[in-house]
């Protein structure tokens, strides 16, 4: 059995906005208000009804965009002042928003090591291979080799 083909990338934005469609009509036949969290719409637990990442629902302008007319049609606040000026709310900070922000700058760093540390165990290999074939044990290794040129 083969895999299916995989969706390109404006296929699968199309794909993650009529699954929020379907979603948000589902809530309105229901009368079921959209899940909100300090005033505003909840975008982790609305991504996680519709079955993508949150970040769908920043990146995708059309998603952002019925997501907009969504919360302005069942009346939840958009970022806008609550006193009726024009001026954007201040954000708030999540505290579960700055730590996926951490683990996702923690994760990025391990990912690096990783890589350099497989770079490093290859050229070792290189030459401990070197060293099997030749007989010949290598005195110093190169700086680049991962040695101290010593």
Do not use: W
Request: with cysteine.
């Amino acid at each position: 059995m083969t895999d299916p083909k995989p969706l390109s990338g404006a296929e699968a934005g199309a794909e993650n906005l009529e699954r929020l469609r379907r979603y948000l009509a589902a809530l309105q036949a229901e009368g079921k208000p959209l899940p909100e969290r300090n005033g505003r719409v909840n975008v982790s637990a609305v991504a996680l009804a519709c079955g993508f990442d949150r970040q769908v629902l920043y990146k995708n302008p059309a998603a952002k965009a019925e997501l907009d007319a969504a919360v302005g049609r069942m009346g939840l606040e958009t970022g806008a002042a609550a006193d009726g000026s024009d001026k954007p709310a201040a954000a708030t900070p999540d505290r579960r928003d700055r730590r996926i922000h951490q683990l996702e700058q923690e994760n990025a760093a391990l990912r690096a090591e990783v890589a350099g540390l497989r770079e490093q165990i290859r050229r070792m290999r290189h030459v401990e291979e070197h060293m099997t074939e030749s007989g010949r044990r290598v005195a110093a290794l190169f700086p680049s080799l991962g040695g101290t040129g010593e």
